[in-house]
Structures are given as C-alpha cells and as structure tokens.
C-alpha cells in the first residue's frame, strides 16, 4: 500500500512538472499530465491533489472533468490551437524524417484524445 501510494505521488509529481513544461513549451501536451496528476494526487497526496484542484490556472478544468468528465469549448479549443501549433513548428524544424514521423504520430495521439473528451454546454 504504501509502495503504491509513493509510485502514485512520483508519477503524479512527474506528470506536474510535464504539465507545467508544457504550458511553456512546444509539444508537450499539458493537459494530459494535469489530469493525470490530479488522478495520481487523489490517491497518494491529498494536500497536493487540493493544491492542485485550486490552481489559478487549472482549478475550473479540472473541476469540470471531476464533476462531469468534459471540458469547456474554450479551453478544448486552447488546446487544440495551442497542440497543432506547436507540433507543427517543431515538425516543420526538426531535420530527421522518422521524428516527424513519431512527432506526427503523437500529435494524431493527442488530437484523437481530445476530440474524444466531451464538451460542455457553454452558457
């Protein structure tokens, strides 16, 4: 149990420092890592996972996603936006064919999971 609860918050911290990269650089999808945080939080750190559930930047999508396992138009469309753009510039910049290739790849990934995630009535 408590290897458990220790692997939890690892990955949990790790995923957090992924999403918070992500917010800031290209290709890292931040979204992905907030919400598996916030599931690794729920089970292994109940301070982080409250930290982490009030966030400025995270606290209403997150919010969203426990209460009704979807996201606001806005911000799906924040990421979906800010994803293709990234991706792109960094396909279009990298020299080796088969890291476009897997660049590629991670972004059908990442836009299938988010085209999947419910949306919100906005009001």
Do not use: D
Request: with cysteine.
């Amino acid at each position: 149990m408590i290897f458990k609860r220790g692997l939890l918050l690892l990955v949990g911290l790790i995923s957090l420092g992924l999403g918070f990269a992500g917010v800031f650089l290209p290709v890292l999808p931040t979204v992905p890592f907030i919400l598996l945080s916030a599931f690794c939080f729920a089970r292994s750190n109940e301070r982080l996972h409250s930290w982490l559930m009030s966030h400025p930047w995270f606290a209403e999508g997150l919010q969203n996603w426990a209460q009704h396992r979807a996201m606001q138009p806005s911000l799906k469309r924040k990421a979906v936006i800010m994803s293709s753009l990234s991706f792109m510039i960094s396909i279009y910049f990298v020299p080796l064919f088969w890291v476009k290739i897997f660049l590629l790849c991670c972004f059908s990934m990442l836009m299938l999971f988010l085209w999947r995630i419910p949306t919100l009535e906005e009001s």
